[in-house]
């Protein structure tokens, strides 16, 4: 089943990617992750597996692999901040699929598998993954390496290295900006005041 959920005009589809930012001037809590958001490269600093249906949606945090669900219509990490151990703003939706040639019916069956493959992962109680030089592995996964190793599983590689890459141990992280840059087609979610705060990151 492909759902759809609207966040601030935009809309997310059943295996699209969330992008986060740590942080929110909510609370304490979510300022503290404010200053830990600030070590990643690039905008982002999360990204999760948006399912449906609402806001429904599978990450990778601090207690690993996980399905959450906001009981609200719109973003409100600082209300489910104890159940994620994350506080975090959404501003950004990619899709994976889109200009890649995939017809229609193989677009539903790679999101679906997508899904299936993230959601197994949470029923196994995978653990949080701390070696970010290894993302091939399947036994734990970090945020941005779970959406890689599932879309990995349709073909689709979100984290394509160059002999460049190879002199460089970084280049084998999968930060959620590469997966944002690997998105043919994707999309800031205007929360205009929020992302002014993010601005001061």
């Known amino acids: 089943m492909i759902y759809t959920h609207s966040f601030n005009g935009v809309t997310a589809r059943t295996g699209d990617i969330l992008f986060t930012h740590d942080g929110d001037e909510g609370s304490l809590f979510g300022r503290c992750w404010k200053l830990i958001g600030r070590v990643f490269p690039g905008e982002f600093s999360h990204a999760a597996l948006y399912i449906g249906p609402e806001i429904r949606f599978v990450e990778s945090a601090a207690r690993g692999v996980e399905v959450v669900e906001f009981a609200s219509e719109s ?3 600082v209300n ?3 159940e994620r151990l994350l506080v975090d703003q959404l501003i950004g939706i990619g899709d994976p699929i889109a200009g890649r040639g995939i017809s229609v019916t193989r677009e539903t069956e790679i999101r679906e598998n997508v ?3 993230c959601l197994q992962q949470a029923s196994d109680e995978k653990s ?3 070696n970010v030089f290894n993302p091939e592995t399947d036994g ?3 945020c941005s390496q779970l959406v ?3 879309y990995e599983t349709q073909g ?3 984290h394509p290295q160059t002999e460049e ?3 460089s141990p970084l280049a084998a992280i999968v930060f959620p900006e590469e997966l944002w840059n690997a998105c043919n087609a994707k999309e800031l979610v205007p929360a205009q005041s929020r992302l002014e705060g993010l601005d001061e990151a």
Do not use: R, T
């Open 75 to 77: 973003w409100d990490a």
């Open 80 to 82: 489910h901040g104890k």
């Open 115 to 117: 899904v299936a493959y």
């Open 128 to 130: 949080y993954n701390f």
């Open 140 to 142: 734990a996964f970090y």
């Open 148 to 150: 890689y190793k599932a």
């Open 156 to 158: 689709i590689d979100l």
């Open 165 to 167: 890459d190879a002199s």
